[in-house]
């Protein structure tokens, strides 16, 4: 490290403690933050170019395999797309199943978001793992109630992660009444302990933070007029934004900077945007099932969050809802008459948008007379946040030049994990270089 008047550069090559591999650039002065650069460095996956020629019944299966932690929503968005391009309906019963496997994986997800990623932040520990050692009780309810999660996406998908039991149509095999019974008496065990992580999470000391009304986030999520958005929905923002998937293309773009591998999306009439939890939240609260907004009033948490560093509070008060949905669904089942309506091959194109854990998630995919896949696009949740991240930490470091390197880079890789970015695995390894002279180059 050394010193200048006027210039400061903060490099975290390894960005810890997210999914994939990441790093961070800084660049700032006298006068303010001169650069942000959110760097996703892992190679490009090519997975749209491996589809074009697949089968239209693989891209479940083939899509699975972007993503150990949310496997289930690339699932849902390719099915639901293929669907829409076959003119395919599932029965109520089928897309109630749909809902019920989509509740495992948010569970799952966001339990190992808030316990093993981001409340160490919060606590002052490095890991879990240190944070276990004095907080042994908290971080063993976590892995409880993601025992649960994980539990419905193996009985629904066949197994844990990278399901197979789900197909274009349905499910190769639908779960015995037996087995949803023992699997409800599992939720009900573990929901006590959901309810208890909401108070807890909201208990943490949250840094203030909230942007000015010139830089006010649009939020955009899925809503549907009758529950709260999982796999189904308009798209719609706190701007003014109301579309089908089928117009996502009019609405959004992608451009490549030469920073990142991945691609920022940005909205072509009003650029970065949010998409995730406070935004599923802030635009659908309404649709919590009464005991997750009874918990959230009674911790006092608002109906609107703009605070992103409270976005573990909004996590766990989903996982709570994800709960009473699953309970209710298993509660109310109806089995099927087949598991799966048949399907039959045809040339269209197919539009779908679900809500990932991490946020909005869009596929397309275009297919011939025979099945066959011609063109395909898939917008991840994290390719959607990148820019929004960068804005928020341009805004949020002038109030924290003043701390400690350490204390300043652990402030910044807090603000990136508030949106939970899922690269593509997780690294734990962190290397930071501070240069003050100006003179180093990203």
Same mark, same amino acid.
């Given at each position: 490290?050394?010193?200048?008047?006027?210039?400061?550069?903060?490099?975290?090559?390894?960005?810890?403690?997210?999914?994939?591999?990441?790093?961070?650039?800084?660049?700032?002065?006298?006068?303010?933050?001169?650069?942000?650069?959110?760097?996703?460095?892992?190679?490009?996956?090519?997975?749209?170019?491996?589809?074009?020629?697949?089968?239209?019944?693989? *891209?479940?299966?083939?899509?699975?395999?972007?993503?150990?932690?949310?496997?289930?929503?690339?699932?849902?968005?390719?099915?639901?797309?293929?669907?829409?391009?076959?003119?395919?309906?599932?029965?109520?019963?089928l897309?109630?199943?749909?809902?019920?496997?989509?509740?495992?994986?948010?569970?799952?997800?966001?339990?190992?978001?808030?316990?093993?990623?981001?409340?160490?932040?919060?606590?002052?520990?490095?890991?879990?793992?240190?944070?276990?050692?004095?907080?042994?009780?908290?971080?063993?309810?976590?892995?409880?109630?993601?025992?649960?999660?994980?539990?419905?996406?193996?009985?629904?998908?066949?197994?844990?992660?990278?399901?197979?039991?789900?197909?274009?149509?349905?499910?190769?095999?639908i779960?015995?009444?037996?087995?949803?019974?023992?699997?409800?008496?599992?939720?009900?065990?573990?929901?006590?302990?959901?309810?208890?992580?909401?108070?807890?999470?909201?208990?943490?000391?949250?840094p203030?933070?909230?942007?000015?009304?010139?830089?006010?986030?649009?939020?955009? *999520?899925?809503?549907?007029?009758?529950?709260?958005?999982?796999?189904?929905?308009?798209?719609?923002?706190?701007?003014?934004?109301?579309?089908?998937?089928?117009?996502?293309?009019?609405?959004?773009?992608?451009?490549?900077?030469?920073?990142?591998?991945?691609?920022?999306?940005?909205?072509?009439?009003?650029?970065?945007?949010?998409?995730?939890?406070? *935004?599923?939240?802030?635009?659908?609260?309404?649709?919590?099932?009464?005991?997750?907004?009874?918990?959230?009033?009674?911790?006092?948490?608002?109906?609107?969050?703009?605070?992103?560093?409270?976005?573990i509070?909004?996590?766990?008060?989903?996982?709570?809802?994800?709960?009473d949905?699953a309970?209710?669904?298993?509660?109310?089942?109806?089995?099927?008459?087949?598991?799966?309506?048949?399907?039959?091959?045809?040339?269209?194109t197919?539009?779908?948008?679900?809500? *990932?854990?991490?946020?909005?998630?869009?596929?397309?995919?275009?297919?011939?007379?025979?099945?066959?896949?011609?063109?395909?696009?898939?917008?991840?949740?994290t390719?959607?946040?990148?820019?929004?991240?960068?804005?928020?930490?341009?805004?949020?470091?002038?109030?924290?030049?003043?701390?400690?390197?350490?204390?300043?880079?652990?402030?910044?890789?807090?603000?990136?994990?508030?949106?939970?970015?899922?690269?593509?695995?997780?690294t734990?390894?962190?290397?930071?270089?501070?240069?003050?002279?100006g003179?180093?180059?990203?």
């Amino acid at each position: 490290m050394t010193k200048s008047k006027k210039s400061k550069t903060i490099k975290v090559d390894y960005l810890a403690r997210v999914e994939g591999e990441g790093a961070l650039y800084i660049r700032y002065d006298d006068s303010g933050v001169q650069d942000v650069q959110l760097k996703i460095f892992e190679p490009p996956r090519f997975f749209e170019a491996f589809l074009r020629g697949r089968d239209y019944m693989e *891209a479940p299966d083939i899509t699975a395999r972007i993503c150990g932690i949310c496997p289930v929503a690339y699932q849902m968005s390719a099915l639901h797309a293929m669907e829409d391009a076959l003119g395919l309906t599932p029965t109520p019963e089928l897309r109630a199943l749909r809902r019920l496997i989509y509740c495992g994986e948010w569970i799952e997800s966001h339990v190992l978001h808030i316990y093993m990623l981001h409340a160490p932040d919060f606590l002052g520990y490095d890991s879990a793992v240190d944070m276990a050692r004095d907080h042994p009780r908290v971080v063993q309810e976590g892995l409880q109630i993601k025992k649960t999660g994980n539990a419905i996406v193996n009985l629904l998908g066949g197994r844990e992660v990278h399901p197979i039991n789900v197909r274009v149509g349905g499910f190769y095999r639908i779960p015995t009444l037996e087995e949803l019974h023992k699997l409800g008496e599992e939720l009900l065990t573990a929901r006590g302990l959901a309810e208890q992580m909401v108070r807890w999470a909201a208990s943490l000391p949250f840094p203030k933070f909230e942007r000015s009304d010139g830089d006010k986030y649009e939020f955009v *999520a899925l809503t549907h007029p009758g529950e709260y958005p999982m796999n189904e929905g308009r798209i719609t923002s706190t701007c003014g934004l109301d579309i089908s998937a089928r117009e996502y293309d009019r609405h959004f773009r992608e451009e490549h900077v030469p920073h990142t591998n991945a691609l920022h999306s940005l909205l072509r009439e009003r650029g970065p945007y949010m998409v995730g939890p406070m *935004a599923r939240y802030n635009l659908n609260a309404e649709h919590l099932s009464a005991t997750a907004k009874k918990v959230a009033r009674e911790v006092g948490f608002p109906t609107f969050c703009n605070n992103p560093f409270q976005s573990i509070v909004v996590r766990s008060i989903e996982v709570l809802h994800a709960f009473d949905e699953a309970i209710e669904i298993i509660n109310q089942y109806r089995a099927p008459q087949a598991p799966y309506m048949p399907s039959t091959a045809q040339a269209g194109t197919g539009y779908a948008a679900t809500e *990932a854990p991490r946020g909005l998630l869009y596929h397309r995919y275009s297919l011939d007379e025979d099945g066959k896949i011609t063109d395909a696009k898939i917008v991840p949740p994290t390719s959607q946040n990148q820019k929004t991240i960068e804005d928020d930490l341009r805004i949020m470091l002038p109030k924290y030049l003043h701390l400690p390197e350490d204390k300043l880079q652990a402030q910044c890789e807090q603000a990136i994990r508030n949106y939970d970015p899922c690269i593509s695995c997780a690294t734990h390894f962190l290397k930071i270089h501070l240069d003050r002279n100006g003179r180093d180059n990203p």
